[in-house]
């Protein structure tokens, strides 16, 4: 079945301990992205990747860092975690430009 | 810098119901536009995918339609159900930055039975 899976789907973390959210697609994309869903704000992209070894930021980079090293992998990696962080997480990919985007089920992040 | 509104914010209907979910977005320079649903707690459901050269697209009860000049877009669903209960995002993509979606806040729809 052609997905996007992210895990874990929860997590509760203390803040400052590093966290990485994985990402994972199994339908060749080239492009993913990381979005953060916030009430009030809805959906904002934190970060995106064209293709292997091309990453760039989005509205809401801070705090946040990513890598995409294999194709199908894109982790979400919070170094030093804040409470302002707290949020759900979304990954999504797309085949290319004009295609449209796939998301994962989501990561309900908590940092106390 | 491109907004994207969704009227109404909340929406409660009748089962049977044919109803319209409204979408605008500030800048008409959009490569496409796409309708997602999403259930509480859950990932989002691509529903439909709009370009830019397109008028509308049509998936079962749903029909989403485009007018790019006008920056409007709506989501008509057909003969409603409860099982149609959820919030409702549209998203577009802009002509520059492609890999970004610009998202509206969502119709949180319910449909009683």
């Known amino acids: 079945e052609a997905q996007v899976t992210q895990n874990p789907r929860y997590l509760i973390t203390v803040t400052g301990k590093k966290l990485t959210v994985t990402c994972s697609q199994n339908?060749?994309?080239?492009?993913m992205s990381w979005y953060r869903q916030d009430p009030g704000l809805g959906l904002r992209q934190i970060y995106y990747?064209?293709?292997?070894?091309?990453?760039d930021k989005g509205d809401v980079p801070e705090g946040y860092k990513v890598s995409r090293k294999e194709k199908r992998n894109f982790p979400l990696i919070l170094e030093s975690p804040s409470p302002n962080q707290t949020s759900l997480y979304f990954c999504?990919?797309?085949?290319?430009?004009?295609?449209?985007?796939?998301f994962g089920s989501g990561t309900r992040l908590t940092v106390v | 810098k491109q907004e994207v509104t969704q009227i109404p914010a909340a929406l409660s209907v009748p089962e049977g119901e044919n109803l319209v979910l409204n979408c605008s977005f500030t800048?008409?320079?959009?490569?496409?536009l796409q309708w997602f649903r999403q259930d509480p707690g859950k990932g989002l459901t691509s529903l439909l995918l709009?370009?830019?050269?397109?008028r509308e697209q049509t998936s079962g009860r749903l029909n989403a339609s485009l007018d790019k000049s006008s920056g409007r877009s709506t989501l008509y669903i057909a003969a409603s159900q409860p099982g149609d209960s959820a919030t409702y995002l549209c998203?577009?993509?802009?002509?520059?930055?492609?890999?970004?979606?610009?998202f509206g806040t969502g119709t949180r729809l319910l449909v009683s039975p």
């Open positions: 999504a990919s797309s085949l290319a430009v004009g295609y449209g985007y796939t």
């Open positions: 800048d008409s320079a959009i490569y496409n």
């Open positions: 339908m060749n994309h080239e492009y």
């Open positions: 709009i370009q830019s050269s397109q």
């Open positions: 990747s064209m293709n292997v070894e091309v990453t």
């Open positions: 998203a577009v993509k802009p002509n520059t930055g492609f890999q970004k979606l610009v």
